[in-house]
């Protein structure tokens, strides 16, 4: 049950091709929306976008900040604020509140409009682009904006695969793009962060080693929360915690046990907060 310290590799074709396509338009945007996970507000942050967008006007939106453990990650909402970023912090699940995002849009329309107007030109619509990792949550931002259905939303990355123009009224268009990552995933941390918290597919990282590195962070950062869960006492081999999990959530059959129901199980109950409220980036002040 050992790490493996390999460097992650996944950077699927539509990625490279939604990067281009992305430079190739950013000469028509007037703004962009940034999404980024508040449960891993380091790691699902991409270095590459800055370079991307250049200059354009930018609101981080933190999402799913119904399932972080909101003391920690306000520290990261603090330092990027500190760094010049406008950070708005949602929950999209169970708040629909997104007056901030609306005020934001409606000063860089305004900014927009009155440049146009010293140069006597017209007022128009603004247009946004949607940019983040993959399974962050912009599908169902823009389907809050939009009031409805535009776009499809999953719990498994690659849902959207091309660019697409979304009118959300007659001020400002959205442009939804598919989650793109970095080339090289060099950080193992960082990597399994992204594959504990589904921005990266199963297939790319043993379930194995995620669901032990989930394990570890929860006993780690909040084992209240996964003893509670699991009905964990003294164990100290992962062995042995693993045994507890299975017994507990019914994966062993006599002497058979199903270790893959376990991995799976681990892996799901974080996802769907029933590990309770957690951030796995630390803030860690400098």
């Not at 992650?8 to 929306?33: A, C, Q, S």
């Not at 708040?95 to 927009?112: A, R, S, V």
């Not at 594959?195 to 570890?216: C, G, H, P, Q, R």
């Amino acid at each position: 049950m050992k790490m493996n310290n390999n460097p992650i590799n996944w950077y699927p074709g539509h990625m490279v091709k939604t990067k281009r396509e992305i430079k190739e338009k950013i000469e028509l945007i007037d703004m962009v929306f940034e999404v980024i996970d508040a449960r891993i507000p380091k790691s699902s942050k991409n270095k590459d976008i800055d370079e991307i967008i250049k200059n354009k006007p930018k609101i981080l939106i933190m999402t799913k900040l119904d399932l972080c453990d909101q003391n920690e990650t306000n520290k990261w909402i603090s330092y990027y604020k500190k760094m010049g970023y406008n950070v708005i912090a949602l929950d999209l699940k169970n708040n629909t509140n997104l007056k901030p995002i609306y005020k934001e849009i409606d000063n860089i329309i305004l900014q927009l409009n009155q440049k146009r107007q010293q140069k006597a030109l017209r007022p128009r619509k603004i247009r946004a682009l949607v940019l983040g990792i993959p399974n962050v949550g912009k599908s169902t931002l823009i389907n809050r904006l939009v009031r409805k259905k535009a776009t499809k939303v999953g719990d498994k990355p690659g849902i959207t695969k091309q660019l697409e123009w979304i009118r959300i009224n007659n001020q400002i268009e959205l442009l939804d793009t598919p989650g793109i990552l970095w080339p090289k995933l060099e950080n193992k941390e960082v990597a399994l962060n992204l594959a504990s918290m589904t921005a990266i597919k199963e297939e790319i990282l043993d379930a194995e080693e995620v669901a032990i590195y989930i394990i570890n962070t929860m006993l780690e950062k909040y084992p209240e929360n996964i003893k509670k869960r699991y009905i964990l006492t003294d164990e100290k081999e992962m062995i042995d915690i693993l045994n507890a999990i299975g017994k507990k959530i019914g994966a062993i059959k006599k002497d058979d046990i199903d270790y893959e129901k376990i991995y799976k199980t681990v892996i799901k109950d974080l996802r769907e907060g029933y590990l309770g409220n957690v951030t796995f980036d630390s803030y860690i002040q400098n």
